[in-house]
Structure formats: C-alpha cells, structure tokens
C-alpha cells in the first residue's frame, strides 16, 4: 500500500479537481444537474481512483485503478471542450484546464507503464 498524498500525480489531480469546482461556480444556475454534475464527478473520480488504487495491496489492482483514472481524465477533457462550446468556460481556462488535464494524463500513462514494466 501506497501513502496516495506522497504522488505527484495525485497532487496535480487534487489541485486540479479544486480549480475546476472554483470554476463550475460560475455556469448557470440550469446546468447544476448537468455539465456541472458531470463536470465534477469526472474530474474528482481522477484522485479518487488514485487514492482508491493505492488502499489495494498489489501493483496489479493500482495499475487497474490509474486505467480508471485516465479514462476519468478523458471524460474531463471531452466535458471541458463541451463546456467552453456552449460558453460556460472561457477560451483562457479552457486552454489552461486541456493543458492541466493532459499533463495529468501523460503522469497516469507513465506510471501505468512503470507499474506494468515492475510486474
């Protein structure tokens, strides 16, 4: 078992999942149930799978939760690019936010391998 606060990964998603809840603050008040929801439940299922991951006691099982998070992380891309289209997110935060998302990714892919490679 893996200390998940101690990851790297885990610390962008974390501070990432808070920046996206500040900005889902400011869409309409009529997507609370909708994007914003999902918006959220995407971006916070990334740490969430994290820190699930590493409660498991072998490489294996953390190696199936970060698949988990990664495709929770591309759920939050497809949403974010949503979100801008309509006009709720900004051109800056949605550029900022794809940049943030896809660093995430590339952390996720790299560990996977790592984990796999150690197997």
């Given amino acids: 078992m893996k200390d998940f ?5 885990w610390q962008k998603a974390h501070s990432f ?5 500040e900005i889902t603050n400011t869409f309409p008040r009529e997507e609370l149930y909708g994007i914003t929801n999902q918006l959220r439940r995407a971006v916070s299922s990334i740490p969430i ?3 699930e991951g590493c409660g498991r006691f072998t490489d294996k099982d953390l190696a199936r939760f970060l698949q988990i ?3 929770s992380a591309s759920e939050t891309k497809y949403l974010l690019l949503l ?3 309509l006009g709720y997110l900004d051109n800056k935060d949605y550029s900022q936010s794809t940049k943030q998302i896809q660093e995430i990714k590339k952390m996720l892919a790299k560990f996977i391998i790592r984990l796999r490679n150690n197997s």
């Fill in 17 to 21: 999942t808070i920046k996206l809840y």
């Fill in 49 to 51: 799978n994290i820190s």
């Fill in 69 to 71: 998070s990664m495709g």
């Fill in 83 to 85: 979100s801008n289209n």
């Fill in 5 to 9: 606060r101690n990851l790297k990964v």
